[in-house]
């Protein structure tokens, strides 16, 4: 083990230990493997030293058997992750510039150079399922623009999984990664809170809706980007912000990427909590969705969602690990596993539950 300044730090790194920033929140969990970004985001909270592994350490870790690791350590160590965390990287960096500019200087947007970038980071997947990858990358938490790239992946699927034309997907794509950009004008201190927001902050927070939509009104992009910039946190049933619009007062497009931002949101890691699993997060959907989105797209979505985990390994509540083998369309949050030798139907194994991707 060695204790380095952060100045010291490289990619591959390995940390030994949990780094914790004031408050005592976790900032980054032992064992994960550092990027570029988690160097920069250390230093961003002041960190100054950390304990990571000695280098052979990492070399034995490296060598762990690979047909006994879990789907998402074998999908890690691919070149495709690699490469695909590399191009999701590179344009983080580049929408933080353009953001910055779209927002303060009222600069032109260029709908097809990003919608190009978002389609550049798919490339580099290999195929590869973008939910699997997303997963893999679920250390990489808080930031909005992490949030903005991910919906926008995440829309790109979901507009493919509703038959929709090219046209119409490029557009939903931009209006992924588009949606949020109305955080720009809210203070970091409510952004990056990791206490309950006050009634006043939560207001204040609420109101990226409002300002994404004057960012966007003069730009000669898609309409429907901009309505959902101020819709995507309405609900069907009246319970969303900022106007608490019913089903059709909102916008189709705002009501696609209000599911799959809500979706990124709660399997992301937020400074207030742990990433949620994707499989409560459908049951979640499961039990509220029909009266808060609209039928039409989020059946599609769960539907979809819940297959795209087939062969991922997942934790069990008794403390089993077991690999997702065929989905229950009655009982999406509950597939059939396989645990060593035997399937089991948690559906009919009512006391047993998926408590984790692994
Ligand atoms: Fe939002």
Same mark, same amino acid.
Request: hydrophobic residues 25%; without cysteine; glycine residues 6%.
């Given at each position: 083990m060695a204790f380095l300044a952060v100045g010291d730090l490289k990619e591959g790194m390995i940390l030994a230990e949990d780094v914790f920033i004031f408050g005592?929140?976790?900032?980054v969990p032992k064992g994960t493997e550092l990027t570029d970004y988690l160097i920069n985001k250390l230093g961003f909270y002041s960190v100054q030293r950390v304990k990571i592994k000695e280098i052979s350490s990492v070399d034995d870790n490296e060598s762990e058997d690979l047909s006994v690791a879990s789907y998402s350590k074998r999908l890690k160590r691919s070149s495709e992750y690699k490469a695909f965390k590399e191009e999701f990287f590179k344009s983080i960096y580049k929408f933080k510039t353009n953001f910055f500019e779209i927002a303060n200087n009222d600069e032109k947007i260029d709908s097809n150079e990003l919608v190009g970038r978002v389609y550049s980071v798919i490339e580099s997947s290999g195929g590869i399922n973008v939910f699997d990858m997303l997963h893999c990358m679920r250390?990489?938490?808080?930031s909005t623009y992490v949030h903005a790239l991910n919906t926008s992946l995440i829309c790109n699927v979901f507009g493919k999984w509703l038959g929709m034309s090219k046209k119409d997907l490029d557009a939903l794509t931009l209006a992924g990664l588009l949606h949020? @950009? #109305? %955080? @720009?004008?809210?203070s970091d201190s409510i952004t990056r809170k990791t206490e309950e927001l006050t009634p006043s902050e939560r207001n204040l927070m609420q109101a990226h809706t409002i300002y994404g939509y004057e960012i966007l %009104?003069?730009?000669? @992009?898609?309409e429907r980007v901009k309505a959902v910039a101020l819709? +995507? +946190?309405?609900r069907c049933d009246g319970? #969303?912000?900022? %106007?608490?619009?019913k089903s059709s007062q909102i916008n189709d497009f705002a009501k696609i990427v209000g599911i799959a931002s809500e979706y990124d949101s709660l399997t992301s890691a937020r400074a207030y909590r742990d990433p949620i699993c994707p499989f409560d997060v459908i049951k979640q959907f499961e039990l509220e969705g029909l009266q808060k989105y609209d039928a039409r797209y989020i059946l599609t979505f769960l539907e979809h969602i819940s297959s795209a985990f087939i062969n991922n390994t997942v934790l069990l509540s008794d403390g089993q690990t077991a690999e997702i083998v065929m989905i229950n369309k009655q009982f999406l949050s509950r597939p059939v596993v396989k645990a060593g030798s035997t399937f089991i139907d948690l559906s009919k194994n009512t006391d047993l539950y998926i408590k984790a991707l692994v």
């Open positions: 005592n929140k976790l900032l250390e990489y938490d808080d949020d @950009i #109305g %955080k @720009i004008r809210v %009104k003069n730009q000669d @992009i898609d819709m +995507h +946190h309405e319970t #969303g912000y900022p %106007k608490a619009y």
